[in-house]
């Protein structure tokens, strides 16, 4: 069974520019979770979608993060424009959403942002 | 609201030696609880997870943890640390209806030769 996959694994771009990181989850996963880690922090939830619907976008910062999912596969996250503060490793996730296996999540190998 | 404490950011002991990494949580219902491990530059991957059935809790190579409900805790053991394990180890806690993740800070485990 493939894995969660991410691209791309490294980004450095400069405060203001507009910086995107795609997603594809584990087939048949309903649940994706886009998260934020900064060093030396647990990651922070910033998206939970449920199929191609948002349950969660509490914590992500509206003015400058969006977030889609098409047809309820794969996802994308934009920041535009990038903070220094922005600088961590986006981190995607899916889960079955249901079932036994309903709390597991499994994370792809994240995209690490340097802002400049 | 749900919430875990790793005690200790940085953990180092030698190889061969019990591993022991503490994690206490708070939550208003029966929770779930996680560790998952997290190599340089990859993913977290989990280790174990508790789900009110056995209080010790066996996972992958060669962890396990123990919920202790009275202590609120869920702390992570290995009788022998091997180099491998060095790493960056989570505690999570969900709500049993629910497929949110609180994760704590972290604690690095550093193994000696």
């Known amino acids: 069974e493939a894995g969660v996959a991410q691209s791309p694994r490294y980004k450095i771009i400069e405060k203001r520019q507009s910086v995107a990181f795609w997603c594809n989850p584990i087939s048949g996963h309903a649940t994706l979770y886009w998260y934020q880690q900064i060093l030396g922090q647990g990651p922070k939830l910033l998206i939970q979608f449920q199929n191609n619907g948002v349950v969660d976008d509490s914590q992500l910062p509206k003015d400058r993060f969006s977030a889609e999912r098409l047809k309820g596969v794969d996802s994308t996250l934009k920041i535009q424009p990038a903070k220094l503060e922005d600088s961590a490793v986006y981190l995607c996730?899916?889960?079955?959403?249901?079932?036994?296996?309903?709390?597991?999540?499994?994370f792809g190998a994240g995209t690490r942002l340097s802002v400049l | 609201a749900q919430s875990v404490t790793q005690l200790g950011s940085h953990v180092s002991v030698s190889e061969g030696a019990l591993v022991l990494l503490r994690c206490n949580y708070s939550s208003s219902v029966p929770p779930y609880l996680f560790w998952y491990v997290q190599y340089p530059n990859q993913g977290l991957q989990l280790l174990l997870k508790y789900t009110s059935a056995a209080t010790l809790v066996k996972g992958i190579n060669g962890f396990e943890a123990e919920f202790k409900k009275s202590e609120t805790s869920f702390h992570l053991t290995k009788p022998s640390a091997h180099m491998s394990d060095a790493a960056e180890y989570f505690c999570a806690v969900s709500r049993e209806r629910d497929d949110k993740i609180i994760f704590g800070k972290g604690t690095r485990l550093h193994i000696l030769p």
């Open positions: 996730a899916s889960s079955p959403g249901v079932g036994a296996a309903k709390n597991i999540q499994y």
